[in-house]
């Protein structure tokens, strides 16, 4: 009882050192964001940090401020379930099949090379302004979806022994990838996902500031600079921030939610009844 009221307070003590160092380092931004601006005095140019919240909490009381978020929001769900289940299954196919996987390797580091607005300048021949950024965005988040589907399904090392029981028993379609393969894959999956969720928010914002869709944060944060409104540009672009941060922080809960041990172990009970036929 002892050692584990100590192991609670030690945990709960570091948690507190955590949440310190973090406030911290935001207060430190925060600090040489008002250095900044005092030393240049130019308003137009670096408004003031408090000057900047402000004018959010202006914008978010007004209809057209949450329908643009609205649709950016709407805009990096399609491209990342898009990326999600074309990366899932070309990630699937490649980790079982070694052509398959040396005919993706030199597309992928392209890709990985391509700069974003390599993607976006052509894409606006090609598509509408609303679809162009959610066409960048699945270019560009797919093949993290990819490497870390092949990677899951490639390295599943620690069930290799299951997976050749369950072979020479004649179980190799879904009882396998449903039991072994899938919970083995499921720490990269999610690793995966969420990088490309994050990196989607900045591709799909990045798209609409230059295809300027009807309603789109971008869209806002592109007007607003041409107006050289940069109290307006700074503000949206901390909405984004803080927007973003907050989906991403769900989305990492509802991974550590699936990959909790009595999610991804493989049910032993199950795996062992049906072996044992």
């Known amino acids: 009882m002892a050692v584990n009221y100590l192991l609670r307070i030690f945990i709960i003590q570091r948690m507190t050192r955590i949440k310190f160092c973090k406030f911290i380092s ?21 408004p003031f940090p408090h000057s900047v919240l402000f004018r959010l909490l202006e ?39 070694k052509s398959f996987q040396a005919f993706l390797e030199f597309p992928l580091e392209l890709l990985r090379a391509t700069p974003v607005i390599a993607v976006i300048l052509p894409a606006l021949f090609w598509f509408t302004s609303d679809t162009v950024p959610v066409f960048v965005a699945v270019i560009m ?11 899951g399904f490639e390295h599943n090392t620690e069930n290799i022994e299951k997976l050749f029981k369950a072979k020479s028993r004649g179980f190799t379609g879904f009882y396998a990838f449903r039991y072994i393969r899938l919970p083995c894959a ?13 990196l989607s ?43 973003s941060y907050f989906f991403e922080k769900l989305l990492k809960l509802i991974t550590a939610f699936i990959l909790r041990d009595k999610t991804i172990q493989t049910d032993e009970n199950n795996i062992e009844q049906t072996f044992s036929i």
């Open 26 to 46: 935001l207060f430190f931004l925060v600090l040489v964001w008002y250095v900044f601006s005092g030393l240049m005095n130019a308003p137009l140019i670096l």
């Open 59 to 97: 914008l978010s009381v007004t209809a057209v401020f949450w329908k643009a978020f609205a649709f950016t929001f709407l805009r990096v769900i399609i491209s990342f379930f898009i990326s999600l289940v074309s990366g899932f299954l070309l990630g699937f196919f490649a980790a079982d099949s």
């Open 141 to 151: 988040c797919t093949p993290i979806i990819i490497t870390a589907s092949k990677n």
């Open 186 to 198: 499921l720490p990269s999956l999610a690793s995966g996902a969420e990088s490309a969720f994050g």
């Open 201 to 243: 928010w900045k591709v799909v914002a990045a798209g609409e500031v230059l295809s300027i869709p009807r309603y789109a944060a971008g869209s806002l944060m592109q007007k607003a600079q041409v107006h050289i409104e940069s109290s307006d540009v700074l503000a949206i672009t901390l909405a984004l921030v803080i927007i």
